[in-house]
């Protein structure tokens, strides 16, 4: 989903380049699109470290506790660590 989104945005920046003639702006465009590039470069090695982790795994507890409240939910300590109850 990231490489679509980033695509979009590179044309998108890219059409916008070809009808501006405001400097500053010009500048800031080939930096948005130098950032969308840098995406797409990184992008493989965050699908590889997000396949490892598994699906809608979180990371951390930092962010399983994070989720949780987003829910409602409070998480167990020690043993049971992620796992939500009521």
């Known amino acids: 989903m990231d490489r679509f989104v980033a695509h979009l945005n590179i044309e998108n920046y890219r059409q916008a380049l070809a009808n501006e003639f405001d400097e500053t702006k010009r500048q800031t465009l080939i930096r948005l699109i130098d950032d969308e590039e ?5 992008a493989p090695q965050r ?3 997000e396949r490892q982790r598994g699906p809608h795994r979180p990371s951390s507890a930092a962010a399983a506790q994070s989720k949780a409240r987003l829910f409602g939910l409070q998480l167990r300590p020690s043993a049971n660590e992620g796992t939500p109850v009521r």
């Open 38 to 42: 840098l995406k797409l470069a990184e």
């Open 47 to 49: 699908q590889d470290r």
